[in-house]
């Protein structure tokens, strides 16, 4: 049966176009910012664009609607189905730049510019494109002596396949969610506990490396303590428990979001765990981005529980900004970026907001 036209309905689904709206432009100008795209936001972009051109085309087919405004909204869902087909290249592209760890502008990402071939230098006055070929470039290598030799560098980090559950975190949440396993729902905690796991499967020799994981652990076992033992999200679990069979383990999609995006933690400090000069300004800045950037997903999702999450993110970046030892405010900054991108893994997971979907009334 077909739904009747509402006004009231159309202006909330064109409200909601214009947050979509919104939201896509602060996604490009930040990856423009920050020189680089992150696969995860882009992922949950495409399922909250996914939805809203679904709901804008339903409209399309009401009953009572004029000509008019059904012609505007199948120009709306037209545009809307063009984003849609893109993000999926996009992500694509960005994922492969982020294992390899290489950042790219976005638009290099659109056009396919990131493979090629780096300029020549021209003479001036030699034919249009002629290189100059300089007696350096033609010289054969210097090979040192073998006392001469530099000895190579220790790797910043590197991940090992166990974890070392340095600070107890590990074994305590895992206890935590066993136990409030017999009576609410845990995908989500468990979500968070591989994320938690996940930072311990790293090692380094700096200085630095016990804040480095310490700091994003407490906040992944607070998170994961507050979701199964505060309200809302305690009663929420509870109640998703009586309608959803019950799920303990990701899925490989799900557990390659949560090992990219801890990659990419590691990657955001290795400046850091080398010893290098960090720009800390500079780290807080990008960590208010992921903020300002953080995702709430579709009006179909329960917003109490991704609340609890924003507020966290909230919190661990004022601790960024209001610690004294520059290296935790790098720590701070780049875990307020790890829960950001996280958020945004969810998102981007049907089975996740599924789960979301189902606990609101």
């Known amino acids: ?4 036209f509402r006004m009231e309905d159309l202006l909330d689904k064109i409200l909601l176009v214009e947050t979509l709206n919104a939201t896509l432009v602060h996604f490009i100008l930040s990856s423009q910012v920050e020189s680089s795209v992150d696969p995860d936001r882009v992922d949950s972009l495409a399922q909250g664009l996914q939805r809203t051109r679904k709901w804008i085309e339903e409209t399309t087919t009401a009953e009572g ?13 037209k545009r809307l189905s063009q984003l849609e087909s893109l993000l999926p290249k996009l992500s694509q592209k960005a994922k492969q730049a982020e294992l390899s760890g290489a950042a790219q502008e976005i638009l290099t990402l659109l056009e396919g510019g990131a493979n090629a071939p780096p300029a020549t230098s021209q003479v001036m ?8 070929t300089t007696a350096a470039e033609t010289q054969l290598p210097t090979i040192p002596l073998p006392h001469e030799a530099e000895l190579p560098k220790p790797e910043p980090y590197r991940r090992v396949d166990i974890e070392d559950d340095t600070f107890g975190l590990v074994g305590q949440t895992t206890s935590l969610i066993s136990q409030y396993s017999k009576r609410c729902h845990v995908l989500l905690p468990v979500f968070w506990s591989e994320v938690l796991k996940e930072l311990h499967k790293y090692r380094s020799q700096s200085q630095y490396m016990s804040d480095a994981v310490k700091i994003p652990a407490e906040m992944l076992a ?16 509870q109640d998703l428990f009586k309608n ?6 990701l899925d490989a999609s799900e557990m390659e979001r949560v090992e990219r995006s801890v990659a990419k933690y590691f990657s955001g400090i290795e400046g850091l765990l080398k010893g290098d000069p960090v720009d800390v300004a500079g780290k807080i800045t990008e960590a208010q981005n992921a903020l300002d950037g953080f995702g709430w997903g579709g009006p179909e999702l329960e917003k109490r529980l991704i609340k609890r999450i924003q507020q966290q993110c909230q919190e661990t970046l004022q601790s960024a900004e209001s610690v004294t030892d520059d290296h935790r405010k790098v720590i701070y900054a780049e875990t307020t970026k790890l829960l950001c991108k996280l958020q945004h893994a969810i998102l981007a997971e049907s089975r996740m907001t599924a789960i979301l979907g189902e606990m609101k009334p």
């Open 222 to 237: 607070k998170l994961v303590k507050t979701i199964l033992t505060e309200a809302p999200g305690a009663r929420l679990l």
């Open 1 to 4: 049966m077909t739904e009747r």
């Open 125 to 132: 006055g030699s034919p249009q494109g002629q290189s100059l």
């Open 244 to 249: 959803r069979p019950q799920e303990t383990e």
């Open 65 to 77: 609607i004029p000509a008019s405004t059904a012609n505007i909204l199948g120009l709306i869902v």
